[in-house]
């Protein structure tokens, strides 16, 4: 699989799979019971090398397609996501959030979460409960909760989460301690290991009240109706989900959900402004006038495609209105 060459953590393969099912029954033996499904490309692919190491578990994942996962009960536990490469968009109890490569994210105890990746490669640390209650104790830190991690937190954790995947992927006894109990692979586990998770804890619970680690406020404010308009005045032309987010200094998927709160994507409003387009052109049509004309006036590139979604939303196909249009001269 070509994800291979760019994997941590190569000693401790545990799934390597382009079956979804196989995935998520793999995941639910070790992560929260979830639903999920493939957003695209369809060519999903997905390999997961995993370590347990003295006092955290660290996953390497690779994945291919952008995937939608549902969470199907509640956890306790913490846990760091570091992309190394793509985003991950994270809807927490109702609290949008992102994990980009210059941002890692700490998700905290959660009634519920939708967890969006990108295709990405993203180191995943699970840190139980007690174990962040245990650092965050030990030098008078409050827990931390479900918080983006910038500036120099940001830049520590993710160097410390990468040395500690390479350290593993080093060690020559860390696959053996696989195999022991978590009291007795913690109490055996190689001394840079042991450093390494203990630097990268302190790091977490010290910068859990810094100003660089706070919760940040849901960044859902977008101004739908000026974006259906920017939409109407070009919907002739080629137009990309990238556009829409830059100009409204949003995510993609935030875009996604603001239009889904007034009952439709950014596409099928989209399609809709052309549709309604291509009506009015053919209810003004002229002798010479030709459907695959109004098509491209419209913004719509497949002929077929067109008139099919005409006749869905109109009830005939767009030949019928032009010829009823010249009938009624």
Known sequence: MPLRSHSLLTRFSLLDTRSLAAARQATSGFWPKHTSVVLGPEDYALELNRAALGRTILTCV?????????????????????????????????????????????????????FEPSPTRCLVVDIPAATMRAAASAVGARLPSHVSIDAAPAAAVIRLATRLAAAANRSRSLAALQRFSARDRGARMPEPIRKLEDQL????????????????????????????????????????????????????????????RTGCTPLEYLRGVRLEHARQMLVAATATTTVAEVARAAGFTHLSRFAIEYRGRFGELPSQALARRRGGR
């Open 62 to 114: 690779s994945c291919t397609s952008r995937i939608r996962v549902i969470s199907a009960e509640p956890t306790a536990d913490f846990t760091l996501y570091v992309p190394l490469r793509g985003e991950i968009e994270m809807l927490i109890d109702d609290e949008q959030m992102t994990a980009t490569a210059a941002r890692p994210l700490l998700r905290g105890t959660v009634r519920s979460f939708v």
């Open 201 to 260: 804890l302190d790091v977490l619970v010290h910068a859990g009240g810094s100003a660089a680690f706070q919760r940040r406020p849901p960044s859902d404010h977008c101004d739908v109706e000026a974006l259906k308009a920017w939409l109407a005045a070009r919907a002739h032309g080629p137009v990309r989900m990238t556009e829409l987010s830059k100009r409204a200094g949003v995510s993609q998927r935030t875009v996604e959900r603001s239009f889904l």
